[in-house]
């Protein structure tokens, strides 16, 4: 991410009140990700003049590039009342949303973890409510974003990593006899089961197999060379709550947790659990994700809750949490991951991938919170 210049001028008389109330006004500006004002959030807000423009700079704690558009078009509609018929009255407004990704303290970090930013948990409650879908798409919604994204496919029922991003049969490369280099996909850097584990394997074996082999894949994994850093490391967690789940989140230092449930009853069930899991171990949840819940028919194109509706949001207020999103049973959807394209990447474009990115946003701007709580604004004004 791009720091922050510093811009001095010969300042018009009256202009640097005018600047501090220009600030002012940014302050109250609503934050969708956060649902908080600039004011409330430990968001930089640099106002400036230079040769006949007022330059202001946001910085905000998640990657949303997506998003400057839209922050540009508010933040010139704040300003112009302020500006008009002022000493800088005529000067023109530039803008600029940076985005400085926090780092989650994780106490003593071992080797192969530095510069790994945040480690975030996708889990659910039980197998088949789109894990694994929800997991690449978000990690390849962060980076859309603007993010450095690693992801980790831990689920060692079925990694499917490889398959959902096409990467079936490639071997990692081993780097000084010790480390894996990760599999580079479509921007990501991916690690999975998947690449070591051959359609030769014997079903009996892959239990204990797979439980050694992914001790090796998340204690030898190479995620930052060189001095590199990594915003976010997305960790696809095994399906269920059990020891092993326990274990994992124990074991990843992690920043935070998202939860994908159906809205089916059991699954909810399901999900309360991975909730309590993760508070038992103190590990934040970041929110709630609530895939298929709707069903836009391809032919007619009415939309119905089909397994019924308001349940992640009832969890989220029960658990006190947030709902992050909700994904309809699409058959883009499965076809994405089917193919090695998921739809934030295969349609970037659709409403699905917007909610992807969204999702994103808002689950990046709660770890942003709970890194950052009670900081307050610092605004540099000059
Ligand atoms: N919103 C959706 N609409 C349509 N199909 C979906 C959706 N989400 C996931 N799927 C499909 O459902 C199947 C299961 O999804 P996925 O593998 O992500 O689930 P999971 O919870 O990770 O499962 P597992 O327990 O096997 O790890 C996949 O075929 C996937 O493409």
Known sequence: ?????????DLPEGAQAELERLAECLGSLHDPATGRILDELDADI???YEDGTVLVGISLGYPCVSQEDDWRERVQEACMPTLRGGPLGEAHLQFELFCEIPTTEAGDVPEHLRGVKNIVAVASGKGGVGKSTTAVNLALALAAEGASVGMLDADIYGPSLPTMLGTEGIRPEVKEHK??????????????????????????????????????????????????????????????????QLTLAQKTHLAGAVIVTTPQDLA??????????FRKVSVPVLGIVENMSLHT?????????VFGSGGGEKIAADYDTGLLGQLPLAMSIREGTDRGLPSVIADPESEVAESY???????????WLSTEEGAGPAIEIG
């Not at 991410?1 to 001028?9: D, P, R």
């Not at 909810?268 to 899991?277: F, Q, R, S, W």
Request: hydrophobic share 40%.
């Open 1 to 9: 991410m791009s720091e922050h210049e510093h811009h001095h001028g």
């Open 46 to 48: 640099e106002v400036g």
């Open 179 to 244: 480390f894996f280099l990760p599999v580079e996909a479509h921007g990501l850097k991916t690690m999975s089961l998947g690449y070591l584990l051959t359609e030769d394997t014997p079903a009996v074996w892959r239990g204990p197999m797979a439980s050694g082999a992914l001790n090796q894949i998340l204690t030898q994994t190479l995620w930052c060379g060189n001095g590199e850093e990594l915003d976010y490391l997305i960790v696809d967690m095994p399906p269920g709550t059990g020891d092993i």
């Open 268 to 277: 909810l069930l399901d999900a309360i659990k991975g909730v309590e899991m």
């Open 297 to 305: 028919c391809s032919q007619c194109g009415h939309t119905e809750p």
């Open 357 to 367: 990115r969204e999702i994103a946003r808002r689950a990046a701007a709660e770890i």
